[in-house]
């Protein structure tokens, strides 16, 4: 059985050529066969270059390159459409998830005998700031109850799963991919597993707080329609207030005889429904966007090169 393994890379220059090595050592000692499908997502650096060297060296190492940077999610599907062994696995190349947690979880699905189809490796323990660890799991409570799914909290897009599963990932055509939201959506029987990530080898994360945010805000527009209920809570609760208001200003008026000043009430109201107006054709903006970028059918990536070993491995 082999088991091919997806790597996004971005800017990895420092990280692959170990990440190789301790993938090699892990794997070439166990009973599986791999294959390492490294996807270089338009990197400015030398990564692409190092895994040439890598890929002519080592006969489990296959390289493809894309011409200009598309996004993890697109270096995930790309190496997934290349991927055709029996089983699997997403893991990143800095060597925070680690190679031996990923043979743990191929061992953990290949002994299930067909009770699972995947393994998702979540983090028991964030190593993040509070902040951060908090915000991610209000996002993954409001993603799980918007999307109806069975999304597992603080999983991570390490996984390792059955050909099957990849099929079913492979075969949704929407441009706007998240990985999360798809892997939950497709179903099958999911094995959480709890790892604590590693120290980065090399370099810094490249994901801040506010790619953070925009990566949280694009999931919930890409797989639920949160946003419109939104739209239209706040209109019946926006014409549910003026009416109330306009109610009491007769009332003060015909029956208490009051005074009623018009300017600053009139002002806020103004504002209130401006401000409400601007933000639902700002969300239905998003939608509508959405589908126009859909309408255009583009590849999620183009492909620059691939490059393979020049050594057998028979």
């Known amino acids: 059985m082999r088991i091919d393994l997806v ?4 800017n990895e220059e420092d990280n692959v050529d170990e990440f190789v090595k301790v993938c090699s050592s892990v794997f070439d000692e166990s009973e599986f066969s791999y294959r390492l499908i490294m996807v270089d997502d338009g990197s400015n650096d030398a990564t692409f270059s190092h895994l040439t060297d890598l890929a002519h060296k080592n006969p489990c190492v296959e390289v493809i390159q894309f011409s200009r940077n598309f996004g ?3 270096a995930m599907i790309a190496g997934l459409e290349a991927s055709s062994g029996e089983y699997s696995a997403i893991i990143d190349a800095d060597l925070q998830q680690r190679p031996e947690d990923a043979l743990a979880m191929l061992r953990i699905l290949v002994q299930s005998e067909g009770e699972y189809d995947c393994v998702a490796a979540y983090q028991e323990k964030r190593k993040e700031s509070w902040l951060i660890t908090k915000m991610k799991g209000m996002f993954y409570s409001i993603f799980a109850k918007a999307a109806r799914s069975q999304a597992i909290p603080h999983a991570s897009d390490f996984r390792v799963f059955t050909a099957t599963v ?3 990932i492979i075969s949704l ?3 706007y991919r998240f990985s999360k939201g798809i892997f939950a959506w497709v179903g099958f029987r999911v094995k959480p597993y709890a790892y604590v990530p590693s120290d980065r080898l090399q370099g810094e994360s490249k994901w ?3 790619s953070l945010i925009r990566y949280a805000f694009e999931g919930i527009l890409s797989f639920t329609t949160l946003p419109l209920r ?3 809570y706040l209109g019946a609760v926006t014409s549910i207030g003026a009416l109330l208001y306009a109610f009491i200003t007769v009332l003060q008026i015909l029956v208490f005889g009051k005074d009623v000043p018009g300017y600053a009430s009139t002002l806020v109201v103004v504002l209130l429904l401006g401000g409400a107006q601007l933000l639902s054709i700002g969300i239905l903006g998003e939608y509508l966007a959405r589908v126009y970028m859909e309408g255009k059918q583009r590849p999620l990536y183009i492909v620059r090169s691939r490059v393979c070993s020049e050594v057998s491995d028979e």
């Open 7 to 10: 790597v996004p890379c971005f």
């Open 72 to 74: 993890k999610e697109a």
């Open 166 to 168: 990849r099929d079913a």
């Open 173 to 175: 055509p929407e441009s």
């Open 208 to 210: 801040s707080l506010s």
């Open 230 to 232: 939104f739209v239209t």
